[in-house]
């Protein structure tokens, strides 16, 4: 499989990108807003409208009571699910055993960043789930959909939009048994390279990256780089590279990955699809999950 290396992405976008890891780490101090898993706008579930209270009756009689305002509406199925909205309540579908609620992945808006639930994927090696991490302007839209060895995000940017394919869970996420967290150990299994195919990426570009976890800091986000520069791809590629070319300041732990990532770093509109995710050892021989 060819390996494809092209443009440089913008400096603007690279400290997007870290400012971004920051926010996310400041999440789990925040309080979480929740989102909308349904819709593929920035629209979130309103909350219903509070009822008039009612008019004082003559005669002293009391006025009726207004009705209580009806609650915002789910969205649709979870394939079709975005990037949450301000308001809403959170109802994410458990993942790896533990249920989503945030802050993170299922939290919602804050700080500036918005974060979808973790929806399941199929056919895509060790990654098992899918959510998207986009800017709160209310301009930004990301809509995820899949079938059988294959994601897609579609929607427009105004800032960034991030599609995230989870092979790990985050520490924000504690499982029923009070286990907090479960990195995706690739050392262990052997695993070096990744490889995939990206189809259709905007012509702005598209930046594949890599986010990991650290006990003590947080998440990590890594871009893939050749040469010290930042690779943008904004044709149908196949790619296969060490997992040891994603890069920010150093070489991510292998060991503790959470996602894998795919970021539009720009104002743009978008509609692009990952499919056939490897994972190979240092043989160049594809490493399969369990059975």
């Given at each position: 499989m060819a390996r494809v290396l092209l443009?440089?992405?913008?400096?603007?976008?690279?400290?997007?990108l870290i400012v971004l890891t920051s926010l996310i780490t400041l999440a789990a101090h925040a309080a979480a807003c929740a989102s909308d898993p349904g819709h593929g706008d920035d629209?979130?579930?309103?909350?219903?409208?509070?009822?008039?209270?009612?008019t004082a009756g003559t005669a002293g009689t009391a006025g009726t009571a207004g009705t209580a305002g009806t609650a915002?509406?789910?969205?649709?199925?979870?394939?079709?699910?975005s990037t949450a909205g301000k308001h809403g309540e959170a109802n994410c579908p458990d993942f790896m055993g533990a249920p989503v609620v945030g802050p993170g992945p299922g939290g919602g808006c804050q700080n500036g960043v918005c974060m979808s639930c973790i929806w399941p994927t199929n056919g895509m090696s060790?990654?098992?789930?899918?959510?998207?991490?986009t800017d709160d302007s209310g301009a930004t839209t990301a809509n995820l959909r899949?079938?059988?060895?294959?994601?897609?995000?579609?929607?427009?940017?105004?800032?960034?939009?991030?599609?995230?394919?989870?092979?790990?869970?985050?520490?924000?996420i504690v499982a029923a048994d009070g286990s907090k967290g479960k990195p995706f150990n690739a050392s262990l299994l052997g695993i070096t390279e990744v490889g995939f195919t990206i189809e259709a990426p905007p012509s702005a570009g598209l930046v594949p990256g890599l986010l990991t976890e650290s006990p003590k800091t947080g998440p990590l986000e890594f871009v893939l780089q050749s040469n010290g520069h930042d690779i943008s791809t904004s044709s149908t590629?196949?790619?296969?590279?060490p997992l040891t070319d994603y890069r920010n300041s150093d070489a991510p732990d292998t060991s503790r990955l959470l996602a894998l990532e795919f970021s539009v770093g720009i104002a743009?509109?978008?509609?692009?699809?990952?499919?056939?995710?490897?994972?190979?050892?240092?043989?160049?021989?594809?490493?399969?999950?369990?059975?």
């Open positions: 443009s440089r992405s913008s400096m603007t976008h690279r400290s997007r629209s979130s579930a309103t909350a219903g409208t509070a009822g008039t209270a009612g915002g509406t789910e969205g649709a199925s979870a394939p079709s699910g060790f990654a098992t789930g899918m959510f998207t991490t899949t079938e059988a060895g294959v994601v897609c995000m579609s929607g427009t940017s105004a800032d960034y939009a991030i599609l995230r394919l989870a092979v790990g869970r985050p520490d924000t590629s196949s790619m296969r590279v743009a509109h978008y509609d692009f699809c990952i499919r056939s995710l490897k994972f190979f050892d240092t043989n160049h021989v594809e490493v399969l999950p369990p059975k």
